[in-house]
């Protein structure tokens, strides 16, 4: 798979982020991460890698999440992108368990073993089932 647009930078900020020594640091390169997918929303440049990426680091506001992993969805879908569909769905359903909606989480948590199937290899695939 080729790397997405702004792959290095986004990595770069998540780097700063989990070695993060202080809340202030965290916070700007989370609002680095979020002024990307802003700034590129509806660009040729737009990946769902980035907006996966802005709702993994989004803690603590499940809703808020949320609204980052259906914008990836969206773009997944579109350019049909089954492993990022596979992980973004089994994110919602995180997001889903953490509101206690257990219906939504099965939903998507089920939705992401699908596209992952879709994913594997045709040699797995045939050598698996």
């Known amino acids: 798979m080729n ?19 202080s ?11 979020k ?3 802003d700034t590129h929303e509806c660009t ?6 980035q907006w996966e990426t802005l709702g993994d ?3 603590n506001n499940p809703d808020k999440a949320l609204v980052f992993y ?23 359903a995180e997001q889903y368990q953490e509101l206690a909606n257990y219906k939504k989480a099965w939903e998507f948590a089920n939705s992401a ?9 045709v040699f797995a695939r045939d050598s698996i089932t």
């Open 57 to 59: 680091f989004t803690h």
């Open 3 to 21: 790397r997405p647009p702004h792959h290095e930078k986004v990595h770069d900020l998540v780097l700063i982020i989990v070695n993060a020594e």
């Open 23 to 33: 809340t202030e640091v965290e916070w700007a390169a989370y609002n680095q991460i």
């Open 35 to 37: 002024e990307i997918c």
């Open 44 to 49: 040729k440049l737009d990946h769902p890698f």
């Open 70 to 92: 259906f914008k990836a969805l969206k773009l997944a879908k579109r350019s049909n992108l089954n492993e990022y569909i596979a992980s973004i769905n089994f994110a919602i």
């Open 113 to 121: 073993n699908v596209a992952a199937k879709l994913n594997r290899p």
